[in-house]
Nanobody, 121 residues
């Protein structure tokens, strides 16, 4: 059994900062890509940022220069530092991790429970 537990969401004024964390635990053999998606009301869930096990990153254009994704491989944890937040960043943020639990299994994507980020104008 694998679990991803998120923390760090909340309410912040425009221009403020938040840091999201997501820790994977359970029967984990290796963690490959990790990242964050977000879903605003009435919209689809979209990729925000992703990071490989080697530390390569990619971002959606709308957050480049404002958000930074990082990870601690020893803790199986991924972070999202969000600066200069805008009202349009308001959404539920979901972390994911591509995990291999061991021989006889394929890699699977696991998801966190979601954390609300609300940016007021």
């Amino acid at each position: 059994q694998v679990q991803l537990v998120e923390s760090g969401g909340g309410l912040v004024q425009a221009g403020g900062s938040l840091r999201l964390s997501c820790a994977a635990s359970g029967s984990i053999n290796s963690v490959n890509n990790m990242g964050w998606y977000r879903q605003a009301p009435g919209k689809q869930r979209d990729l925000v940022a992703a990071i490989t096990s080697g530390g390569s990153t990619n971002y959606v254009d709308s957050v480049k220069g404002r958000f930074t994704i990082s990870r601690d491989n020893a803790k199986n944890t991924v972070y999202l530092q969000m600066n200069s937040l805008k009202p349009e960043d308001t959404a539920v943020y979901y972390c994911y991790a591509n995990i291999w639990i061991g021989p006889g299994h394929y890699n699977n994507n696991y998801w966190g429970q979601g954390t609300q980020v609300t940016v007021s104008s």
